[in-house]
């Protein structure tokens, strides 16, 4: 059940197999049904979830009530609403199960406890922080400076295979674009 993770974190850091013990202890397996929130807009996260199965949508209600979908989670990628865990602020967020799902989760005070006792694991997840805050400066500078072609063959790279897991309209909410014009890009695409 751990193997996922395992392989994950050691891409960052190398555990004994006394401290890998240690650092898995804390977390617990949570299923998650096809269309399940994890997290809803207004609550407090509390946790970080690493995904073994399934996929996520983190998304949130723009002002006009329209879904934006921030990004995608599929196995071996985190979930969490950073701001909310972090500042303890009720969360914008909403995390939701797109398939049938499972996901080891640990509570915040578990990962702090983590960190007071494993110095290594406050470096993980400091690695883990700095690439995801890369990815969100790369997500903000395509969606302000690179046309709905590019971003959607960025999305088609940076997500193997989803296309085929979500819907059209889930990937047009990714893009910041309309169902519509997604069909028109494909079709272009298809045909060029």
Same mark, same amino acid.
């Given at each position: 059940m751990f193997d996922l993770l395992l392989k994950n974190i050691s891409q960052y850091i190398n555990l004994s197999e006394d401290e +890998?013990? @240690?650092f898995i202890k804390p977390f617990e397996l949570k299923v998650f049904k096809k269309k399940e929130a994890v997290l809803k807009e207004g609550e407090y996260c509390l946790f970080e979830g690493f995904v073994l199965s399934g996929c996520? &949508? =983190? #998304? #949130? +209600?723009n002002e006009s009530g329209f879904e934006q979908t921030l990004y995608f989670a599929v !196995?071996?990628?985190w979930i969490t609403d950073i701001d909310s865990l972090i500042n303890n602020v009720p969360s914008i967020l909403n995390i939701e199960a797109l398939e049938d799902s499972e996901v080891l989760m640990i509570a915040k005070k578990d990962k702090e406890h983590l960190y007071e006792t494993?110095? @290594? =694991? !406050? &470096? +993980?997840?400091r690695i883990m922080n700095q690439k995801s805050s890369v990815a969100l400066q790369r997500r903000i500078l395509s969606l302000t400076g690179k046309t709905a072609d590019k971003r959607y063959l960025e999305f088609l790279e940076k997500y193997p295979g989803l296309e085929q897991r979500i819907t059209q309209q889930q990937v047009a909410s990714y893009?910041? =674009?309309t169902h519509e014009f997604l069909s028109k890009i494909r079709k272009k695409l298809l045909i060029g």
């Amino acid at each position: 059940m751990f193997d996922l993770l395992l392989k994950n974190i050691s891409q960052y850091i190398n555990l004994s197999e006394d401290e +890998l013990t @240690q650092f898995i202890k804390p977390f617990e397996l949570k299923v998650f049904k096809k269309k399940e929130a994890v997290l809803k807009e207004g609550e407090y996260c509390l946790f970080e979830g690493f995904v073994l199965s399934g996929c996520f &949508k =983190i #998304y #949130y +209600l723009n002002e006009s009530g329209f879904e934006q979908t921030l990004y995608f989670a599929v !196995e071996g990628w985190w979930i969490t609403d950073i701001d909310s865990l972090i500042n303890n602020v009720p969360s914008i967020l909403n995390i939701e199960a797109l398939e049938d799902s499972e996901v080891l989760m640990i509570a915040k005070k578990d990962k702090e406890h983590l960190y007071e006792t494993m110095p @290594q =694991i !406050e &470096k +993980l997840f400091r690695i883990m922080n700095q690439k995801s805050s890369v990815a969100l400066q790369r997500r903000i500078l395509s969606l302000t400076g690179k046309t709905a072609d590019k971003r959607y063959l960025e999305f088609l790279e940076k997500y193997p295979g989803l296309e085929q897991r979500i819907t059209q309209q889930q990937v047009a909410s990714y893009l910041g =674009i309309t169902h519509e014009f997604l069909s028109k890009i494909r079709k272009k695409l298809l045909i060029g």
